[in-house]
């Protein structure tokens, strides 16, 4: 080819492609969606609950807060509204009302999840207690959730002028752990919504302990902490006082049945044990 022609054609050729990638459309930007504001912590700490072989995701949870409050706002001219908000239940596992709001997995229609066994758990400022799965009041079971928490606590107790060794206090564990994940048909072991529950949002339970006898099912003075994977997590009295750590004199908070004890996080610090049950 000669040489005047070959400049002519290459920057025919250089032209047009350059006009033929200016004519290409370009790619859409798409800016992933914001994160609701109004997503709640608690679901998005917990990120769902086990219900035996169905798992109640944390959006779900979400949903079911959006329309517990959207009822309790038009409960003053709804009577539907009342009749949802009306469905309390106070027995075992827990020792306060709680409102009970239906819940399932694949629909968000009040009516249809009512034929489920699952109920979401809510207390009276609508956080999320539990999930559990309720065939009538003499059979409840709590769903499990994920906990995070892993800390080894082999520590005996002085509570209130009683001691307690470690030893001894998993004997009382023993005894909670199958009841903890069963039916819930006994007052104990109870779970534990104070203060401390609700800035970790773990599951965690008390059960009634005495000296040389650990094991009960009775209100007594001295209550064991558990946490949902069978650890140790603390204890408590029924008065407002401080359990020592007998190995390393550190004070652990209790609390009173009636009174929520704003120094609860201190018992954090030394969280729940790794035994398994």
């Known amino acids: 080819m000669p040489l005047s022609l070959f400049f002519p054609i290459s920057i025919f050729l250089y032209l047009s492609i350059i006009q033929t990638v200016l004519a290409i459309p370009p790619l859409e930007r798409r800016t992933p969606p914001p994160i609701s504001s109004s997503l709640s912590p608690i679901s998005l700490v917990r990120n769902g609950y086990n219900c035996g072989y169905i798992f109640i995701s944390g959006e779900k949870l979400n949903t079911v807060l959006d329309a517990v409050k959207n009822a309790q706002k038009h409960q003053e001219v709804s009577a539907k509204a009342r009749e949802q908000l009306a469905n309390y239940y106070n027995g075992p596992p827990f020792t306060?009302?709680?409102?009970?709001?239906?819940?399932?997995?694949?629909?968000?229609?009040?009516?249809?999840?009512l034929n489920t066994p699952l109920r979401v758990v809510l207390n009276e400022n609508f956080r999320i207690i539990s999930v559990i799965i309720m065939q009538n009041d003499q059979n409840v079971m709590e769903c499990r959730?994920?906990?995070?928490?892993?800390?080894?606590?082999?520590?005996?107790?002085?509570?209130?002028?009683?001691?307690?060794?470690?030893?001894?206090?998993?004997?009382?564990?023993?005894?909670?752990?199958?009841?903890?994940?069963?039916?819930?048909?006994?007052?104990?072991?109870?779970?534990?919504?104070?203060s401390h529950f609700l800035t970790y949002g773990q599951q965690r339970y008390i059960y009634p302990i005495v000296p040389k006898r650990t094991y009960i099912h009775d209100q007594a003075q001295n209550m064991q902490k558990i946490d949902g994977q069978s650890g140790i997590s603390g204890g408590s009295t029924d008065r407002e006082t401080s359990i020592k750590n007998t190995k390393n004199n550190a004070s652990v908070t209790s609390t009173s049945d009636s009174t929520n004890n704003d120094n609860d996080s201190t018992e954090s610090k030394s969280s729940s044990s790794n035994t398994k049950i």
Not at 154 to 181: E, N, T, W
Request: hydrophobic share 35%.
């Open 145 to 194: 959730m994920k906990e995070t928490l892993k800390q080894p606590f082999p520590f005996d107790f002085k509570c209130s002028g009683d001691y307690f060794r470690h030893q001894d206090l998993m004997i009382a564990v023993k005894a909670a752990c199958p009841k903890i994940r069963g039916i819930a048909s006994r007052p104990f072991p109870a779970r534990y919504d104070e």
């Open 96 to 113: 306060k009302n709680y409102l009970l709001w239906p819940v399932a997995p694949d629909t968000d229609n009040y009516e249809e999840a």
